[in-house]
């Protein structure tokens, strides 16, 4: 009887590897048209292996697996882009982990995620040509929230409304902001500039190129970065009905 082994072609971030018996590896991967998948590697620890150089941690491969429900093998592996500026450095490699541990929390498996995949592939793009990290970083966060379905559009004040224009404060359970005559002490706030609404305007309305002219100094970067993780860290809580995996 002649066995009919389909097959599926799909580009891929390598996300993680890890060891299986003497001479396999499992891969996680992202994969635009299968959100994340663990696929086996056969041989790959092997000197000569056809398949090494190609699955690599944070390189981008075009793969060919086969159909199979539990764990699909690769049969080939080509190398589409190697990083290697990320690769060689352990400052942009840190950078790199920051932008996959969360995707790799997000995405879903066997769930076709074309938009994340892209600005994911984009940071890691922009981040190996060593554009400004605060503007890549932020960037990403910015797409990721929207994705998501939590970023942050409603810029006037949740009591009085009125535009938030100076120094004001966050309602971190609402995504909503509160100026300071408003301002409580039975509220849950964190205080926030006026500069971190700049920022966050910017990021919403713009493509990349004109993000990069920005000038966003580090104290104001890491205002905004903490204000996108705690809605997204508040979002990984939340029971998602489809999201098995998170
Ligand atoms: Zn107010």
Redesign the pocket.
Same mark, same amino acid.
């Given at each position: 009887m002649v066995r009919i082994l389909c097959m599926q072609k799909t580009l891929a971030i390598i996300l993680k590897k890890q060891n299986l018996g003497e001479t396999d590896r499992i891969i996680t991967i992202f994969s635009p048209v299968f959100g994340k998948k663990r696929v086996v590697a056969r041989a790959v620890r092997k000197p000569l292996s056809k398949l090494a150089g190609h699955l690599d941690t944070m390189m981008v491969s075009q793969l060919i697996l086969t159909r199979q429900d539990d764990l699909p093998k690769i049969t080939s592996a080509e190398l589409v882009e190697s990083f290697d500026n990320i690769r060689s450095s352990f400052t942009l490699l840190e950078k790199s982990f920051a932008i996959t541990k969360i995707i790799e929390r997000v995405i879903l498996e066997d769930i076709s995620q074309q938009t994340i995949f892209q600005f994911t592939l984009d940071a890691l793009t922009r981040l190996d040509e060593q554009y400004a990290w605060n503007n890549v970083w932020l960037t990403f966060l910015s797409n990721l929230t929207d994705e998501l379905g939590i970023s942050i559009t409603d810029f006037t $004040?949740l009591? $009085?409304a009125?535009k938030i224009q100076e120094d004001a404060a966050i309602i971190l359970s609402d995504r909503r902001f509160?100026?300071n005559? $408003?301002l409580h002490e039975r509220l849950q706030y964190k205080k926030i500039s006026k500069n971190l609404i700049k920022v966050i305007q910017v990021l919403n309305k713009n493509k990349f190129d004109y993000v990069l002219r920005l000038q966003i100094p580090d104290i104001v970067a890491k205002e905004v970065e903490e204000v996108y993780l705690r809605e997204i860290t508040q979002w990984f809580n939340k029971p998602w009905q489809h999201y098995s995996a998170i």
């Open positions: $004040c009591n $009085c009125k509160i100026c005559s $408003c």
